[in-house]
């Protein structure tokens, strides 16, 4: 991984780790979610399921529509969602329509994950079949700083935690300790590039506040 890059995901997923700390403090469980790029966020969030009574509204889901009302879906293309867990069904269908490029995760999530369980982050096919819809495969790193985010889960409720590894709903992504595993992005097929340019020309933009707005950031 070029050193520079890792640094900034590291940056990054240090702040996803944080916000999985606040989340716990406002009754949340312990998720939190950044979208930038080259280090700058332009979105974050945590879960609201528990203070809103309401399934979706995971930190995902909450920072991808902040992002697309502030810029648009076809320049998200060019940013990283960053999530200290693996996005889950739900919000990975919600990551390939919106367009991201790119995915970084800590821990992964064996039984509800969208790289892990259903390969939905991964799968091209719905891409090729509706590239008006569905982007290529984003790029997906998972492992990274895996160990911060267990001590966030672990400081949160430490049975609870151990009630987690026990039944394998959140684990290593990777076994070898601290290595990182990149999987490779698809590439756009000619009709989703056509389907950017028609974006490009009829996408409104809606300003925005700046991320670290409290409005904006929905913690």
């Known amino acids: 991984m070029d050193p520079l890059r890792e640094k900034i995901d590291r940056a990054m997923m240090a702040r996803c780790v944080e ?11 312990p998720f939190g979610t950044v979208i930038a790029r080259d280090g700058k966020i332009l979105a974050e969030a945590i879960n609201h399921t528990i203070r809103d009574g309401d399934v979706t509204r995971h930190a995902e889901v909450i920072a991808i ?10 320049q998200l293309r060019h940013y990283t ?21 790119r995915v970084v995760f800590a821990l992964a999530s064996p039984v509800m994950g969208g790289t892990s369980k259903w390969n939905i982050l991964q799968d091209d096919d719905v891409a090729s079949r509706m590239p008006q819809i569905f982007a290529a495969a984003p790029e997906v790193v998972s492992g ?9 889960w672990r400081d949160w ?10 039944r394998g709903l959140l684990t290593e992504p990777c076994p070898q300790g601290e290595h990182v595993h990149v999987r490779p992005s698809g590439r756009r097929s000619l009709m989703h590039r ?3 340019l028609l974006e490009r020309n009829y996408q409104p933009r809606v300003q925005a506040q700046a991320p670290d707005a409290p409005e904006n950031s929905q913690l």
């Open 157 to 166: 409720s430490p049975i609870a935690w151990e009630m987690i590894k026990l």
């Open 65 to 74: 529509s902040q992002a697309q009302k502030a810029i648009g879906r076809e």
């Open 144 to 152: 990274l700083l895996l160990h911060e985010a267990q001590q966030a």
């Open 19 to 29: 916000l999985s700390r606040i989340a716990v403090t406002k009754g949340e469980y």
């Open 81 to 101: 969602l960053y999530t200290n867990i693996e996005p889950c069904a739900m919000c990975s269908y919600c990551i390939r329509e919106s367009w991201i490029g």
């Open 194 to 196: 056509l389907q950017i």
